[in-house]
């Protein structure tokens, strides 16, 4: 797995930047390796700059990132100075920041991990974690993440058929997209 190349700070770059620590995170969850470690910490060092730079929108990001490292035990033990802080005080601070400067699906994304945390953590804790992930899922929705909401409901369907709500109608994207062109979108 290597880094991107050297870049600036446009926004898709730490957005993408952002996105592939989650990823690569995931995947440690699933199968440890040393050269994630060091990857989710130059990623994590880079978003750092960022804020420190300025940008607001970042806050959000490494704090998420900082609950999964947290989470992960391992990758966040180097990372986190704060000692024996938990996770899920690091998850609800990048739920804070993510709504406070209202990016909806930062948040959902926050909620949804965070539940996800609290399933892996203590299997007994569904309460708390459905709180979570129902918030995930409306927000998903607010967002307009149709196919998301339909990834919830099949991951998680005990959860959703508590609560009566009805999967989203599947998206046919041949359908969505009949009409258009890229030559709609050009300036």
Same mark, same amino acid.
């Given at each position: 797995?290597?880094?991107?190349?050297?870049?600036?700070?446009?926004?898709?770059?730490?957005?993408?930047?952002?996105?592939?620590?989650?990823?690569?995170?995931?995947?440690?969850?699933?199968?440890?390796?040393?050269?994630?470690?060091?990857?989710?910490?130059?990623?994590?060092?880079?978003?750092?700059?960022?804020?420190?730079?300025?940008?607001?929108?970042?806050?959000?990001?490494?704090?998420?990132?900082?609950?999964?490292?947290?989470?992960?035990?391992?990758?966040?033990?180097?990372?986190?100075?704060?000692?024996?802080?938990?996770?899920?005080?690091?998850?609800?601070? !990048?739920?804070?920041? +993510? *709504?406070?400067?209202? =990016?909806?699906?930062? @948040?959902?994304?926050?909620?949804?991990? /965070?539940? #996800?945390?609290?399933?892996?953590?203590?299997?007994? !804790?569904?309460?708390? +974690? *459905?709180?979570?992930? =129902?918030?995930?899922? @409306?927000?998903?929705?607010?967002?307009? /993440?149709? #196919?998301?909401?339909?990834?919830?409901?099949?991951?998680?369907?005990?959860?959703?058929?508590?609560?009566?709500?009805?999967?989203?109608?599947?998206?046919?994207?041949?359908? /969505?997209?009949?009409?258009?062109?890229?030559?709609?979108?050009?300036?």
């Amino acid at each position: 797995v290597k880094m991107p190349m050297k870049v600036g700070s446009h926004f898709l770059i730490y957005c993408g930047m952002f996105y592939y620590a989650l990823c690569i995170l995931e995947v440690n969850r699933k199968r440890p390796r040393r050269q994630y470690h060091r990857l989710i910490r130059i990623i994590f060092k880079r978003l750092e700059k960022n804020v420190a730079a300025g940008n607001i929108n970042c806050v959000p990001m490494t704090n998420l990132i900082k609950a999964e490292m947290t989470a992960s035990r391992t990758a966040g033990r180097r990372m986190c100075q704060e000692g024996a802080i938990d996770a899920k005080d690091l998850f609800d601070e !990048a739920i804070r920041d +993510a *709504s406070s400067q209202e =990016l909806l699906h930062i @948040e959902a994304i926050a909620y949804e991990r /965070a539940g #996800i945390h609290l399933l892996s953590r203590d299997p007994t !804790a569904t309460e708390l +974690a *459905s709180q979570y992930l =129902l918030t995930a899922f @409306e927000l998903y929705d607010q967002w307009g /993440a149709t #196919i998301k909401l339909q990834q919830m409901m099949s991951i998680y369907p005990s959860l959703f058929a508590l609560q009566g709500n009805d999967p989203p109608p599947p998206i046919n994207v041949t359908t /969505a997209l009949d009409g258009v062109s890229v030559g709609d979108y050009d300036e």
